[in-house]
């Protein structure tokens, strides 16, 4: 069965670095997510991208991130300058038409120092 | 804003036993899809059940049902014969068809399944 696969599964990095976040959506699916979950909190989301552009991002979502689909199959979250905030499990998900089921990756854990 | 709510942080059943977890949420849009999404200590989230808010009828998958009533806006999921590995959090969690993409979810509700 076709999954979602994100990479890596654990990052830990210093407060102030940039650190890359890689999806692998699902290969016919067209709607791609970022959501993040600080530990012991609800899911969050932070941005949709469809057709190659950003169709929807929350207000946690500021300059410091960033989304890229740079080939035709991984879809990447980069955070430009961590803050110790920003520790969290990062969800990437995916759906191949608004009438399915987003379907999520196992996740990255973030630990920012 | 659509919003979810999940009243009950946590619960407790027993193997074998009947569980019902409990869901609202709050919206005005009358298409939408509603989501239970389960997430063990991995903190994967799974998809355990969707439901689809034009379908009067309710959705089920093998041990694991909801009961849907629109008009109250609650949408809980009923775990029969519970298992061991049932254990994990739950999330409720609503995707409106059309306008916004993004899926809402609920806190979660932390499902403990004893011997």
């Known amino acids: 069965e076709p999954e979602v696969t994100q990479t890596p599964s654990h990052q830990v990095t210093q407060m102030g670095q940039e650190v890359i976040l890689r999806c692998v959506p699902i290969s016919n699916h067209l709607y791609f997510y970022w959501y993040r979950q600080i530990l012991g909190q609800k899911v969050e989301f932070l941005v949709s991208f469809y057709n190659n552009e950003i169709s929807e991002k929350s207000e946690i979502f500021d300059d410091q991130f960033s989304v890229e689909r740079p080939d035709g199959s991984n879809f990447t979250l980069k955070i430009r300058s961590t803050k110790l905030e920003d520790s969290a499990m990062y969800f990437c998900?995916?759906?191949?038409?608004?009438?399915?089921?987003?379907?999520f990756g196992p996740g990255t854990r973030l630990l920012v120092l | 804003a659509q919003t979810v709510t999940q009243s009950q942080p946590e619960m407790s059943v027993q193997e074998a036993e009947t569980v019902t977890l409990s869901c609202t949420y709050d919206t005005s849009e009358s298409d939408y899809y509603l989501f239970w999404y389960k997430q063990p200590p991995s903190r994967q989230m799974i998809l355990v059940i969707r439901q689809e808010a034009y379908k009067q009828q309710n959705a089920t998958e093998n041990r694991f049902s909801v009961n849907f009533q629109k008009a109250a806006k609650s949408f809980s999921l009923k775990i029969s014969d519970s298992q061991l590995g049932d254990a994990a959090m739950y999330f409720c969690?609503?995707?409106?068809?059309?306008?916004?993409?993004?899926?809402?979810f609920g806190k979660g509700m932390k499902l403990t399944v004893n011997p």
């Open positions: 969690a609503y995707f409106p068809q059309g306008g916004s993409e993004k899926l809402v």
């Open positions: 998900a995916s759906l191949q038409g608004l009438y399915e089921t987003q379907y």
